[in-house]
């Protein structure tokens, strides 16, 4: 059974770029969970979709947006890239909300660096 | 703000030794659940502990849960340098509807060999 795969697993973006980082979930899971893990801060929640619908949203601006396909894919886009913005962004799912009493499967990220 | 606090920050011992990392969180939960991190990669879950648990083990795993001081603490025994990663300790807010998982900033072991 394939994981949770990201792509790409490298990005290298100017400030002002766009960037659009993708996450396929485990089969038959419909929640998608993207996480930033910037140096030093832990992993600071971003968004979560479920059978296609935004549940929640973390405290980031809105040039952090994303959604999620009829076949549960996902795709983070951050607009009008910052510095701050490098960072490693980690992509989970689970079986809808039993995830937070399952738990999560995490891809191996897509390492993002705004230079 | 993070719900959970990992401490220490930074641990080194021995291999063969045991590690204890120890999480602190701040609202009611309905489980505390560990995951491992190897330098960059994605998390891997550990186990979890739901609130009514005090106790559970998995292999070389031992997790406790003390919901009356809101900490928890992973115990790996006999550890080795394969065990070098940082750990994660990550909550289900009670009662607080779509929230997922709260994770806090982590401590890195180093197993040496």
């Known amino acids: 059974e394939a994981g949770v795969t990201q792509s790409p697993t490298h990005l290298i973006k100017t400030r002002g770029q766009q960037a659009t980082l993708r996450c396929s979930p485990i089969?038959?899971?419909?929640?998608v969970y993207w996480y930033q893990q910037a140096l030093g801060l832990g992993l600071q929640f971003l968004l979560w979709?479920?059978?296609?619908?935004?549940?929640n949203r973390g405290n980031f601006p809105p040039r952090f947006s994303g959604r999620q396909f009829p076949n549960y894919s996902s795709e983070l886009n951050v607009n009008a890239l910052e510095l701050e913005d490098s960072a490693l962004y980690l992509c989970?799912?689970?079986?809808?909300?039993?995830?937070?009493?399952?738990?999560?499967?995490f891809g191996s990220g897509t390492r993002l660096t705004v230079v | 703000s993070q719900q959970g606090e990992e401490d220490p920050q930074a641990l080194s011992i021995q291999e063969g030794e045991n590690a204890t990392m120890n999480c602190s969180y701040k609202?009611?939960?309905?489980?505390l659940q560990w995951y491992r991190q190897n330098s960059g990669r994605g998390l891997v879950h550990l186990i979890l502990?739901?609130?009514?648990?005090r106790e559970k083990h998995s292999g070389r795993l031992r997790v406790t849960l003390d919901t009356s001081k809101k900490s928890s603490s992973l115990l790996i025994t006999a550890s080795r340098a394969a065990d070098t990663a940082s750990y994660f300790c990550?909550?289900?807010?009670?009662?607080?509807?779509?929230?997922?998982?709260?994770f806090g900033k982590g401590t890195r072991l180093s197993v040496i060999a």
């Open positions: 989970a799912s689970s079986f809808g909300q039993a995830g937070v009493w399952l738990g999560y499967t």
């Open positions: 089969s038959g899971h419909t929640s």
């Open positions: 979709y479920d059978e296609g619908e935004e549940r």
């Open positions: 609202t009611s939960i309905n489980n």
């Open positions: 502990i739901r609130s009514n648990e």
């Open positions: 990550a909550t289900d807010v009670l009662n607080s509807g779509n929230t997922p998982l709260v």
